[in-house]
């Protein structure tokens, strides 16, 4: 911690902390994410209240590996070979969900967004955690994303327990991805090469 918030926690601190019901701020291959126990309706609503975030609005989760994903997601073979080709990676991989994950989460929908980020930080923290983390921007909503710790808005900073400092991102969002319809929802990284996985699968 420092005097100005905390920034620089490291590792088992934040996932202590999410541990315990709190926020964390974590870096990923994109930009920086807010994160929280996800299957934790409690937990899942500050989020949405942090980020003023309209509650039809999903927020996607994130694990350490696909066998991690198993446990909250029900992804279909072509799903599964989808995510083993594309995670970790910045794409969100839009599968059915298990009884477990709130509705909070989800916006009540049957499907979730599955992130494996593939960024060294932001996967010690999913190892560390005793849970899955929600993967959502950690800006307020309507506003750019974060790409830098020192970017963070002042609300989100007195909201989080700890924040996992790790230099500047690349700034380029997950692709979207729902792989059963072979649609993408949100174009962003690795988009062409989702695309032709998609035609040729």
Same mark, same amino acid.
């Given at each position: 911690?420092?005097?100005?918030?905390?920034?620089?926690?490291?590792?088992?601190?934040?996932?202590?902390?999410?541990?315990?019901?709190?926020?964390?701020?974590?870096?990923?291959?994109?930009?920086?994410?807010?994160?929280?126990?996800?299957?934790?309706?409690?937990?899942?609503?500050?989020?949405?209240?942090?980020?003023?975030?309209?509650?039809?609005?999903?927020?996607?989760?994130?694990?350490?590996?696909?066998?991690?994903?198993?446990?909250?997601?029900?992804?279909?073979?072509?799903?599964?070979?989808?995510?083993?080709?594309?995670?970790?990676?910045?794409?969100? %991989?839009?599968?059915?969900?298990? #009884? +477990?994950?709130? /509705?909070?989460? *989800?916006? $009540?929908?049957d499907r979730v967004g599955v992130r494996i980020p593939d960024h060294e930080?932001?996967?010690?923290?999913?190892?560390?955690?005793?849970?899955?983390?929600?993967?959502?921007?950690?800006?307020?909503?309507?506003?750019?994303?974060?790409?830098?710790?020192?970017?963070?808005?002042?609300? %989100?900073?007195?909201?989080?327990? #700890? +924040?996992?400092? /790790?230099?500047? *991102?690349? $700034?380029?969002?997950?692709?979207v991805v729902d792989v059963e319809a072979g649609e993408?929802?949100?174009?962003?990284?690795?988009?062409?090469?989702?695309?032709?996985?998609?035609?040729?699968?």
């Open positions: 911690m420092t005097a100005d918030g905390p920034i620089d926690a490291d590792v088992d601190a934040a996932a202590a902390a999410i541990e315990r019901g709190d926020l964390v701020v974590y870096p990923t291959e994109t930009v920086y994410g807010l994160g929280a126990d996800a299957i934790d309706a409690h937990a899942v609503e500050r989020v949405f209240d942090v980020k003023g975030r309209d509650r039809s609005n999903p927020i996607s989760l994130g694990v350490p590996d696909v066998e991690a994903a198993l446990k909250y997601t029900v992804p279909t073979a072509r799903e599964r070979r989808f995510m083993h080709e594309f995670l970790p990676g910045p794409v969100t %991989v839009v599968v059915e969900r298990k #009884a +477990v994950v709130p /509705d909070m989460l *989800t916006a $009540g929908s930080v932001a996967l010690a923290l999913l190892e560390a955690a005793d849970a899955p983390i929600t993967a959502t921007s950690a800006n307020l909503s309507g506003t750019g994303s974060v790409r830098t710790a020192d970017a963070l808005d002042q609300s %989100v900073l007195e909201s989080v327990a #700890a +924040v996992l400092d /790790d230099a500047e *991102t690349p $700034g380029t969002e997950s692709t993408i929802h949100r174009r962003g990284a690795m988009a062409d090469e989702i695309e032709a996985w998609l035609d040729a699968n």
